[in-house]
């Protein structure tokens, strides 16, 4: 089966999540952490691809962005891994690739599922111990949190008035643990690079990508009952 071009819409939250070739760690280090997000900012910046969220599990770098138009999302990508990679390879003597293969994204529905999707991306970072946008969005900006690379969707600011109480409502957010069904939803699409939302908002995302947005339902389509024949008149 041919594979299903990327899914990749202008102007809607994208979650992205890109992994070591092999299971081998993306960072080492905080220096390579550091060099890590200046290339993200720097690749976002140049295609004007607005970073909402980060992760930077060890294995594993979860994004939540939302590019300008629809080839900005693959070539963010591609130039942050031209950049960082050549960085990683010339600083630790190796060779040969540090991604496993291409990324994989999820087109996000905005509002309450790009809420989750940046509240599973924090939560993975604060559960890893690991650097990511919760040190920005529950106002703990020190050291990396204070690099120039995150915007806020309108989604965070609908949560207070004031910094103090969105971020006071995003760390009770954070507190209560995942949404269980949200957060497995966004785990299948982003692994089946498909549409993380509302059936509605699929079949909005299909027209316009021009490609299917979800997974067909398992087994055959339910078959037409036979019409019966129309009655003759009389001869």
Do not use: I
Request: aromatic content about 6%.
């Amino acid at each position: 089966m041919a594979r299903l071009p990327r899914l990749a819409v202008a102007g809607q939250p994208h979650y992205v999540v890109q992994t070591g070739v092999h299971g081998q760690p993306l960072m080492l280090d905080d220096t390579d952490r550091t060099a890590l997000l200046a290339a993200l900012r720097e690749a976002a910046a140049t295609h004007q691809v607005a970073v909402w969220g980060y992760a930077l599990l060890p294995q594993a770098l979860h994004l939540v962005v939302c590019p300008a138009a629809p080839e900005a999302l693959g070539r963010m990508m591609q130039t942050l891994g031209r950049r960082y990679v050549l960085a990683f390879n010339r600083r630790h003597q190796r060779s040969g690739a540090l991604w496993g293969g291409r990324f994989r994204a999820a087109v996000v529905e905005p509002g309450a599922w790009l809420l989750a999707a940046l509240a599973r991306v924090d939560r993975l970072g604060q559960e890893a111990g690991a650097w990511s946008s919760a040190a920005h969005h529950l106002g703990q900006a020190e050291g990396h949190a204070r690099a120039p690379l995150l915007a806020d969707p309108r989604e965070l600011w609908t949560l207070g008035n004031t910094p103090f109480e969105r971020e006071s409502a995003w760390r009770e957010r954070l507190a209560q643990g995942p949404d269980t069904a949200r957060d497995d939803a966004l785990a299948r699409a982003v692994h089946g690079t498909w549409v993380a939302g509302s059936p509605a908002f699929a079949a909005e995302m299909a027209a316009l990508a021009g490609r299917p947005a979800a997974p067909r339902r398992p087994g055959r389509p339910a078959k037409r009952a036979p019409q019966a024949d129309t009655p003759s008149g009389p001869s």
